[in-house]
T-cell receptor, first 117, second 113 residues
Framework: DTGVSQDPRHKITKRGQNVTFRCDPI?????LYWYRQTLGQGPEFLTY????????KSRLLSDRFSAERPKGSFSTLEIQRTEQGDSAMYLC???????????????FGDGTRLSIL | GENVEQHPSTLSVQEGDSAVIKCTYS??????FPWYKQELGKRPQLIID?????GEKKDQRIAVTLNKTAKHFSLHITETQPEDSAVYFC????????????FGKGTSLLVTP
């Protein structure tokens, strides 16, 4: 197992275009999280899934953003009609939740760096 | 929502000295507090974490302390080495919100030989 993987590593697109990122979590992890990180800031939570169910969405996740995890394995994050302010590193993390108080830590991928021209 | 403040934003120490980074959180329901190290252009990596039922945890040169009453927690690195140079992030999370992490803004640590 090589950990959390994200694709692509870099994405450059013109303003107004749609983009989609993919995250493959660690295989046995049932929780998957998306964060956004801008230069000089800490990651900001966007949304998370438990298996295929999307259980929480941040107010940062505007209507132009949509995330899916159709089979409870990989996830995609789509941004429609991209804007300059969407330029950031999009990080994915996964963890294993046993259903009790003791959660397992989140492990991050290398991220997808999005640049809007 | 949860607000996590982190200080200092930059920290420079000499090799062998100790480094301390402090964080405060606003939501008393927060019950899990990890620390991540992020080197330039790399993914955040967990270095230590602590839960709200524990006051202190240590792992070799790294220790974390938690004061639930004051709602603050700190990272202590002893005998610093140049390879400890990186950006360190604290985070707070709540079991009831799926442990979604609320991060501080980070501390850039520089260890000079």
């Amino acid at each position: 197992d090589t950990g959390v993987s994200q694709d692509p590593r870099h994405k450059i697109t013109k303003r107004g275009q749609n983009v989609t990122f993919r995250c493959d979590p660690i295989s046995e992890h049932n929780r998957l999280y998306w964060y956004r990180q801008t230069l000089g800031q800490g990651p900001e939570f966007l949304t998370y899934f438990q298996n295929e169910a999307q259980l929480e969405k941040s107010r940062l996740l505007s209507d132009r953003f949509s995330a899916e995890r159709p089979k409870g394995s990989f996830s995609t994050l789509e941004i429609q009609r991209t804007e300059q302010g969407d330029s950031a590193m999009y990080l994915c993390a996964s963890s294993f939740w046993t259903g009790d108080y003791s959660n397992q830590p989140q492990h991050f991928g290398d991220g997808t760096r999005l640049s809007i021209l | 929502g949860e607000n996590v403040e982190q200080h200092p934003s930059t920290l420079s120490v000499q090799e062998g000295d100790s480094a301390v980074i402090k964080c405060t959180y606003s939501d008393s329901a927060s019950n899990y507090f990890p620390w991540y190290k992020q080197e330039l252009g790399k993914r955040p990596q967990l270095i230590i974490d602590i839960r709200s039922n524990v006051g202190e945890k240590k792992d070799q040169r790294i220790a974390v302390t938690l004061n639930k009453t004051a709602k603050h927690f700190s990272l202590h690195i002893t005998e610093t080495q140049p390879e400890d140079s990186a950006v360190y992030f604290c985070a707070a999370s709540i079991q009831g919100r799926g442990y979604a992490l609320n991060f501080g803004k980070g501390t850039s640590l520089l260890v000079t030989p």
